[in-house]
Structures are given as C-alpha cells and as structure tokens.
C-alpha cells in the first residue's frame, strides 16, 4: 500500500501564493507520474497537475500560467507552487503516484487551501 503525506495548505488571500509538498512511501516500486488533485465542497475530485518521470506536464485549464508541479525522484516527493491564487481554488489537495496498475488506490488526508479575504 502506498501512503501519502500532504503539507503546506493554509488560509490565503486572494492573489497569494502556497506551496504544497507530499511524500510518498510504502509500495513504491516505479512511478510513472505524480500528481496533485484537488476537491472542493459538493465537487468531484479532480485533476489539478501531473508530472511524468520523463519531464511532461499536465495542467488543469484554469491553473495554467498560476500552478507549477515540480517533483524530487531521490525523494519520492511532490510539490505544488500555486501562485495568484483565487477563490475559486479553495479545496482540500490531495496528491497521488501513478505506477504499473495505475493511481493509487489510496489517498492521504489532504491539505487543505482556503482562498479568501
């Protein structure tokens, strides 16, 4: 089983910036891509940024140009930047690895980002 470790959530103002950080240990064998995701309140989870092991990205189209996903191989670790941040990203973040046989079937307990004045 894979655990995950998320840090760094926080209240913001709006136009603020945060920095999220998620380790991941347990039954790592090879990850393919880390990612974050993220859960607003009566919403679906979903995909906020991935990062692949060979350097592509995947954004989210309304964190594009804000949210930068960075990632430490030796460390099995993650990070968010997420600049200019707005209302309307207020969630619990989540992150997750994608091996073999897909996303993690686990989650950890999130972190949670409120964006408001």
């Known amino acids: 089983q894979v655990q995950l470790v998320e840090s760094g959530g926080g209240l913001v103002q709006p136009g603020g910036a945060l920095r999220l950080s998620c380790a991941a240990s347990?039954?790592?064998?090879?990850?393919?891509?880390m990612g974050w995701f993220r859960q607003a309140p009566g919403k679906e989870r979903e995909l906020v940024a991935a990062l692949a092991t060979g350097g592509s990205t995947n954004y989210a189209d309304s964190v594009k140009g804000r949210f930068t996903i960075s990632r430490d191989n030796a460390k099995n670790t993650v990070y968010l930047q997420m600049n200019s941040l707005k209302p309307e990203d207020t969630a619990v973040y989540y992150c997750n690895v994608r091996q073999r046989l897909g996303w993690s079937a686990s989650w950890g307990q999130g972190t949670q980002v409120t964006v408001s004045s």
């Open positions: 347990g039954s790592i064998f090879s990850i393919n891509d």
